[in-house]
């Protein structure tokens, strides 16, 4: 499984955009990249995947550059509600294990 | 309907008890999993099962022992628990090989004093 590396903590303003980078140096040709959102007292929801170039749901924006040796997860025009800590997961869509790593605690603040 | 549901939402116990944590899935998703999340967040995977059998078994003492009585179900029974067990307890399922998405279930907040 390829390890990640993310911030630990951001701090961000209602309505800015939010870009959390997650570096997967070792990630193997296989493995694709997944994000989720975990808000205080729940479990982690899934938020976005992807494998190369970009993708974009409602939620999110997944940019992956062409090393794919990282990736950045873009939240736009955040609001409070979207104060909650982010996993970076990556591995091989047919592995059933998936580690999450410690998530970045995002912070959004009025 | 809930997805995934895990009873109960919080577990306060002494050392030395035994408890169970019960899962279930309305999904028809074939693997189902077991992960512990400390006061650190981290999310640690503990089991796996995919059609009712075992696939992973992380480094766990052998007092957590998972039974998976059909596809949708999915319990966690802990012997002899200790201050160390506590934290939440989160049950997930899967669609299976080929799908990443997982659907977590609320957790259960396991205290042991």
């Known amino acids: 499984l390829a390890k990640t590396t993310q911030p630990i903590s951001m701090d961000s303003y209602e309505g800015q955009e939010v870009n959390i980078t997650c570096s997967h140096n070792?990630?193997?040709?296989?493995?694709?990249i997944t994000w989720y959102q975990q808000f205080p007292s729940q479990g982690p929801r899934f938020i976005i995947q992807?494998?190369?170039t970009k993708v974009t749901n409602e939620v999110a924006s997944l940019f992956i550059p062409a090393d794919r040796k990282s990736s950045t997860l873009s939240l736009p025009r955040v609001s409070l509600s979207d104060t909650a800590v982010y996993y970076c997961l990556v591995g091989d869509v047919n592995d059933y294990k998936l580690s999450f790593g410690a998530g970045t605690t995002v912070t959004v603040r009025a | 309907d809930t997805a995934v549901s895990q009873t109960p939402k919080y577990l306060v116990t002494q050392m030395g008890n035994d408890k169970s944590i019960k899962c279930e899935q309305n999904?028809?998703?074939?693997?189902m999993y077991w992960y512990k999340q400390d006061s650190k967040k981290f999310l640690k995977i503990m089991f796996s099962?995919?059609?009712?059998?075992?696939?992973i078994n992380e480094t766990v003492p052998n007092r957590f022992s998972p039974k998976s009585p059909d596809k949708a179900h999915l319990n966690l029974h802990i012997n002899s628990l200790e201050l160390g067990d506590s934290a939440v307890y989160f049950c997930?399922?899967?669609?299976?090989?080929?799908?990443?998405?997982?659907?977590f279930g609320p957790g259960t907040r396991l205290t042991v004093t």
């Open positions: 070792n990630i193997a040709t296989n493995d694709y």
């Open positions: 099962y995919n059609n009712k059998e075992l696939i």
């Open positions: 997930a399922s899967r669609a299976g090989q080929g799908n990443y998405e997982q659907y």
């Open positions: 999904l028809g998703h074939d693997t």
């Open positions: 992807g494998y190369k």
